[in-house]
């Protein structure tokens, strides 16, 4: 809060990571109220910084950006399972499929 608070007393654009934990596990995946139903603390963090972003950017100074990411890659990240890269799954389909 402090960073964003900073960014518009200063006049400088903010770009951060927000997730798509904020949807939880419904099928819409819109930046709308009512579709936003985290399902963990991970989720509804985002969440209650999204919000706050929400109620800056009324009287904004400068732009905000949050990206709600919905695979991401790094250390201790499993490199396989359902939750597995999106390059992961498309290497298998290849094997599995052969090429589109």
């Known amino acids: ?11 400088v654009p903010l770009i951060y990571a927000s ?4 949807y939880g596990a419904g099928p819409d995946f819109r930046e709308e ?5 985290p ?6 963090s985002k969440f209650l910084f999204d919000q706050s972003v929400r109620r800056v950017l009324t009287g904004a100074n400068s ?3 949050g990206l709600r990411y919905f695979n991401v890659y790094g250390p201790e990240r499993s490199p ?3 939750h597995a890269s999106v390059a ?3 290497f298998k389909q ?5 090429p589109a």
């Open 1 to 11: 809060m402090r960073l964003l608070e900073w960014c518009q007393e200063e006049e």
């Open 19 to 22: 997730s798509a934990a904020v």
């Open 33 to 37: 109220r009512r579709f936003e139903k």
């Open 39 to 44: 399902l963990n603390v991970y989720g509804y």
């Open 63 to 65: 732009q905000v950006v």
């Open 80 to 82: 396989q399972g359902p």
């Open 88 to 90: 992961f799954h498309a």
């Open 94 to 98: 290849f094997q599995a499929e052969g």
